[in-house]
C-alpha cells in the first residue's frame, strides 16, 4: 500500500498542479467520466438483474443528459452559455441524487458524490484560470514550473510520501498490538477479575457465595455465573455448544463488552434474557410442617413415585418423596417438610419416578386435586392450588419430542368441581416426568450466537428442546450475538441463560445432586487490583483459577517479543525516517 499510494499520485499530481494553476480541467473531466460511467453501469446491471422493467430508464436518460451538458459548458467560451451549462448541470444533477440517495454502504455512494461535486469543481477551475493573472510573481512563476514540468517534483514528493507511510506505520503498529492484545485478554477474562472452577458441592447458597468474596477490599460488586455444556440432537452425538448462565441484571455493569459483538447493546442482550411472563411461584406458609395432595391414578403403577420438589430463600431445591402411586381411586398422600430448609419456601414441581432410563417408563395418567399443607398446632390445611382455575404449570421436557400433558379436568375430582390431570408417555428423563412453575412462563428465554442459530437451523423466536448438563431444558431463542466475552463462537457456538432461570430448570431434575454457579465476575476499585488477586488466589482453589486483567495485560506489555519490542523498533523507525529524508532532500538540492 505503501508503494501503491505514491505511484498513483505520481500519476494525479500532475492533473491536479495544472488543474490548481487554471491550465486544465483535465482532472474534473477524469472524474466525470469515471462517475457517471461507474453510476450508468451499476443501474442497468443491477436493475436488470433484480427486475424486468424499464423504471430506471430515466435515470440512465437522466445521467446522459448530465454528460451532454457537461460536454457542452466546457467546449463553449460564451460566459452566458457557461453559467447557464452550470446550472443547469447544478438542477438536474440535485434532481438525481433527490430521487435515489444511496446509503453509506451502497457501491453506488462514492460515483454519486463525485457527480455532486462536478458543478463546484468547474466553478472552482474557471475561478483558478480568471485567479492566475493575479497571483504574485514568485506564485505565478512556482506554479507555471510545476504546470510545465511537474515530473521533476514528483521524485521529491514520492520520497516525502513514502517516509511519511512509513513513520506512520511505525509509530501506529505499536499501539494497534497494545489494543489487539489487550482486547484479547478483555475478552478472555470478561471483567476485572474472573474466578473460574468454584466449588460446585459447597452447602453455601449463593448469596454467601457473593458475600464471601464481597468482603475482600476492594471489590464493589460481583456476578455469580454458570458454565456448563449442551447438546442438540436426538443422542449423545450430538451438536455439542457451550453454555453460559450470568445474572443478567448484574453483568451489565461488570462486564467487558464491545458494541460490534451484537446489534444491541450489552443491556439491551441482557433485557432479552429477562424476557417472557413472571409466573408466580406457589409459596408454602410459614410453620407449615406437612405438604398433601389428593391424588388419584389411572391404573396401578407398582414400581412409581411421586415427588414435590420446593425451594428455600437461598435458592436452594429439595425433593421430598410422599410414597409409591397408590391403586386406582383417591388417596390422600404426604410428606414432612424438613427443617434444615431456610423460609420462605416455595412448591416448585410435582413429579413422578420411576426406576427407569429413557424411554422406558410406563405410560398412564393420574388426577391431582387440592395440594395443601398441614400444621402442626391444630390449624386448618391450606390449599396452594385447588386446580378450580386455569393451569399455570408447565410439563417437564423428557426427550426432543415429548408428549407429557399437564391440564384441567370436571370428569374426575375430589372436591370442588375441578382437579388435574397429568398424562404422561414412557419417555422420561433420569427416570422423571412431572410438571412445574415455570420460572419464565414456558421454554426458557435464551440468546445464542449465530454459528449456534446456523448450526441448528432455529432462529429469533423458535423453541426448541436442548440437553443442558444431562439435563432436557426447553429454549426459545430471544437474540443472537456474534460474540461474547469468555465463550469460543466457532463450531456450534453457544448460548446465554439468565441464571436464576437456568439453576431452577436444571435443579428440579436434580433430586441427588443440585447444580450450583461455578464461576465468579468480579469488578473491582482502580488501583485495588493486586490485592484483590491476592485476596482471591487465598480463597481460590487452584491458583490457575483466578484470572487477573491486570496481570495479563502487565506481563503481556513487558513481552520484549510483542509490544515492548515494537516501541523500540519505532524508535530506531523514526531516526531512520529523518535521515532518508534529509538525504533525498539534500540530493535533490544538489542535483
Keep these: 500500500l505503501l508503494t501503491v499510494v505514491p505511484l498513483l499520485f505520481t500519476r494525479f499530481f500532475p492533473l491536479l498542479v495544472r488543474y490548481i494553476s487554471g491550465d486544465s480541467s483535465a482532472l474534473v473531466h477524469l472524474a466525470a467520466v469515471a462517475s457517471l460511467t461507474t453510476l450508468t453501469v451499476v443501474i442497468i446491471v443491477r436493475e436488470l438483474r433484480v427486475d424486468t422493467s424499464v423504471e430506471w430508464l430515466w435515470e440512465v436518460a437522466l445521467i446522459g443528459i448530465i454528460a451532454a451538458l457537461y460536454y457542452g459548458t466546457n467546449r463553449t467560451d460564451r460566459n452566458w452559455n457557461r453559467t447557464a451549462g452550470l446550472l443547469a448541470q447544478g438542477g438536474l444533477i440535485a434532481l438525481l441524487i433527490y430521487a435515489d ?4 454502504d451502497d457501491i453506488l455512494y462514492v460515483p454519486t458524490v463525485f457527480v455532486g461535486l462536478l458543478v463546484p469543481a468547474q466553478v472552482l477551475f474557471f475561478a483558478f484560470r480568471r485567479l492566475n493573472r493575479e497571483y504574485p510573481v514568485w506564485a505565478s512563476m512556482a506554479i507555471w514550473h510545476m504546470a510545465r514540468n511537474p515530473l521533476q517534483y514528483s521524485w521529491l514528493v514520492l520520497l516525502l510520501v513514502m517516509v511519511t507511510g512509513l513513520g506512520i506505520l511505525a509509530t501506529t503498529v505499536g499501539g494497534t498490538l497494545d489494543r489487539s492484545y489487550e482486547e484479547r485478554i478483555l475478552y478472555e477474562v470478561g471483567s476485572d477479575l474472573r474466578v473460574t472452577g468454584v466449588p460446585t458441592f459447597s452447602t453455601l447458597g449463593n448469596e454467601q457465595v457473593r458475600e464471601r468474596y464481597l468482603r475482600i477490599p476492594g471489590v464493589t460488586s460481583i456476578s455469580l455465573a454458570l458454565r456448563g455444556g449442551g447438546i442438540v440432537g436426538t443422542t449423545y452425538s450430538g451438536n455439542n455448544f457451550s453454555v453460559l448462565a450470568i445474572e443478567s441484571e448484574e453483568f451489565p455493569y461488570i462486564a467487558w463488552y464491545r458494541d460490534d459483538f451484537s446489534d444491541q447493546p450489552l443491556t439491551g442482550v441482557m433485557r432479552s434474557l429477562q424476557s417472557g411472563v413472571r409466573t408466580e411461584s406457589i409459596s408454602i406458609p410459614e410453620g407449615a410442617q406437612k405438604l398433601k395432595v389428593w391424588a388419584d391414578a389411572e391404573d396401578y403403577y407398582p ?3 411421586m415427588w414435590m420438589v420446593v ?3 437461598r435458592g436452594i431445591l429439595d425433593t421430598l ?3 409409591p402411586m397408590p391403586e386406582p381411586g383417591w388417596t390422600l398422600m404426604e410428606t414432612d417438610i424438613p427443617q434444615h430448609l431456610e423460609w420462605p419456601l416455595s412448591l ?19 388426577f391431582l386435586d387440592d395440594i395443601q399443607v398441614e400444621f402442626g398446632d391444630g390449624q386448618e390445611p391450606q390449599i396452594l392450588d385447588d386446580f378450580e382455575g386455569s393451569s399455570k404449570w408447565t410439563t417437564l421436557a423428557t426427550s426432543m419430542i415429548s408428549s407429557d400433558v399437564v391440564g384441567i379436568t370436571d370428569k374426575a375430582q375430589m372436591n370442588g368441581r375441578r382437579a388435574g390431570v397429568f398424562s404422561f408417555g414412557k419417555d422420561t428423563d433420569q427416570g422423571i416426568r412431572g410438571f412445574y412453575r415455570s420460572p419464565s412462563g414456558g421454554p426458557v428465554p435464551v440468546v445464542s450466537s449465530t454459528s449456534f442459530t446456523r448450526a441448528t437451523g432455529a432462529g429469533i423466536g423458535d423453541a426448541i ?8 431444558v426447553p429454549i426459545r431463542i430471544m437474540d443472537t450475538v456474534d460474540y461474547f466475552p469468555t465463550l469460543d463462537p466457532s463450531r456450534n457456538g453457544f448460548v446465554l441463560i439468565d441464571l436464576d432461570n437456568a439453576l431452577r430448570h436444571l435443579n428440579i431434575l436434580s433430586p441427588i445432586s443440585s447444580v450450583q454457579p461455578n464461576e465468579l465476575f468480579i469488578s473491582e476499585v482502580p488501583g485495588s487490583e493486586e490485592e484483590v488477586r491476592r485476596f482471591a488466589l487465598a480463597l481460590a482453589p487452584s491458583g490457575d483459577l483466578v484470572h487477573d486483567r491486570a496481570s495479563l495485560v502487565e506481563s503481556v506489555r513487558l513481552d520484549p517479543l510483542i509490544t515492548a519490542g515494537w516501541k523500540a523498533m ?3 523507525a523514526i531516526g531512520v525516517i529523518l535521515f532518508a529524508a534529509t538525504l533525498g532532500y539534500v540530493t535533490y538540492l544538489i542535483s
Design 348 to 366: 416448585v414441581s410435582v413429579q413422578i419416578y420411576e426406576p427407569v432410563f429413557g424411554p422406558a417408563g410406563t405410560p398412564g395418567a393420574m
Design 321 to 323: 418423596t410422599l410414597g
Design 570 to 572: 519505532a524508535l530506531l
Design 101 to 104: 440517495t444511496p446509503p453509506r
Design 303 to 305: 414400581n412409581m413415585f
Design 465 to 472: 428442546i436442548v440437553n443442558i448438563m444431562g439435563r432436557m
Design 311 to 313: 425451594q428455600d430463600r
